[in-house]
C-alpha cells in the first residue's frame, strides 16, 4: 500500500482546499478509503469514509456540511473538499485503508489562520 498526499496550505478562516491522495500499490477500487486527521498535539482523529462500490459516504459531526469526500477509481486517486474552514480544522490530514489510518502517507498540513 503506497498513499500520498497533497494539496494541503494556509488559508483563511472560511476559506477552502481540495486535498489529493494518489494510491498505488493495492487495487484501489475495491477499498473503502478513509481521511484522518492529526491536530497539534492530538491523536489521529477519523474525518470521512467513502466505501468501495456504491461509495457511500459518511462524516463526522464536526464537518458535516462543509466537507466532501469523493474518489476517481480511473485515477486511483481519492479526495477531500473542504469548504468553510475553521480555525479548529487545522492539521495534517492523511488517507489510509482503516479508520485508524492504517497505510497512511506523510500527510499534508492544513493551516486555518488569519
Known amino acids: 500500500v503506497q498513499l500520498v498526499e497533497s494539496g494541503g496550505g494556509l488559508v483563511q478562516p472560511g476559506g477552502s482546499l481540495r486535498l489529493s491522495c494518489a494510491a498505488s500499490?493495492?487495487?484501489?477500487?475495491?477499498?473503502?478509503m478513509f481521511w484522518v486527521r492529526q491536530a497539534p498535539g492530538q491523536g489521529l482523529e477519523w474525518v470521512s469514509t467513502i466505501t468501495s462500490g456504491p461509495g457511500t459516504t459518511y462524516y463526522t459531526d464536526s464537518v458535516k456540511g462543509r466537507f466532501t469526500i469523493s474518489r476517481d477509481n480511473a485515477k486511483n486517486t481519492l479526495y477531500l473538499h473542504m469548504n468553510s474552514l475553521k480555525i479548529e480544522d487545522t492539521a495534517v490530514y492523511y488517507c489510509a485503508i482503516d479508520a485508524t489510518g492504517k497505510g497512511r502517507g506523510q500527510g499534508t498540513q492544513v493551516t486555518v489562520s488569519s
Open positions: 500499490g493495492f487495487t484501489f477500487i475495491y477499498y473503502t
